[in-house]
């Protein structure tokens, strides 16, 4: 069995090394010329910014300007959008990208998982997020739904199967990373992937597999938390 954990624990620079790129304690993420953490909008339509008017004095979008104009000139996943005032904004993956004003530094990732719609735009093949609840911050599936850890597995590898696993299920590697094969992704801030007994493969966190819990309804949800004590999610 593989722990692909491992190699982003112990070789965190096999990840993304550039200058649009910034190490942060949740990972690698990319950042503008200032060295500002950018950021996706999950309310805007590939393509098209939906953050207009009021929104932008909290999201400025990172315009191709004369800052800007190089920044991932070059890039493949990097293009460009007509915002609705005639600008240009840097899109990755056809997602705008945007600043948020509290950030104050390099590294700064304040505005991570607010209202549940704002990721980071992660330099690596995790699709996993941040979730703000407002007094804590988790990590969460692409869906906003609350992951936690187990105390009884070891050594990365699960022990939660059978009836657990339909309690808790595991947090899947979305099928659209898993054919690229594994050995060619790349994970940061401590996360992973460890593959199950069916030979599937769950996401880790610090060498432990990440579940959900089926009684959360909706995202944010965080009623598994502490099921047992030996449930717990995964704060930031």
């Not at 949740?26 to 393509?47: C, E, Q």
């Not at 597999?209 to 449930?231: H, I, M």
Request: net charge positive.
């Amino acid at each position: 069995m593989k722990h692909w954990t491992l190699l982003a624990l112990f070789f965190p620079a096999l990840a993304f090394a550039s200058a649009n790129t910034q190490n942060t304690n949740v990972g690698d993420v990319y950042v503008d010329a200032n060295g500002r953490t950018l950021y996706t909008f999950s309310k805007d339509i590939s393509g098209m910014s939906k953050c207009n008017d009021g929104c932008v004095a909290k999201w400025p979008p990172l315009l191709a300007d004369q800052a800007n104009n190089a920044l991932f000139s070059g890039e493949p996943d990097f293009s460009t959008i007509q915002r609705r005032d005639g600008s240009k904004q840097w899109t990755k993956n056809g997602q705008p990208l945007y600043r948020w004003i509290k950030d104050k530094k390099r590294g700064d990732i304040s505005g991570a998982g607010i209202k549940g719609v704002w990721p980071l735009a992660r330099a690596d093949d995790v699709s996993l997020k941040l979730y703000n609840g407002g007094k804590t911050r988790f990590i969460v599936n692409e869906n906003n739904y609350t992951l936690y850890t187990f105390d009884k597995d070891m050594g990365g590898k699960s022990t939660c199967y059978g009836e657990c696993a339909v309690k808790w299920p595991p947090a899947f590697v979305p099928s659209t990373l898993t054919s690229k094969g594994i050995d060619s992704l790349s994970f940061t801030g401590n996360f992973g992937v460890t593959e199950r007994k069916d030979g599937k493969y769950q996401w880790t966190h610090n060498n432990k597999p990440l579940y959900l819990w089926f009684k959360d309804k909706a995202p944010g949800d965080t009623t598994g938390d502490g099921v047992k004590n030996v449930w717990h999610i995964v704060q930031q």
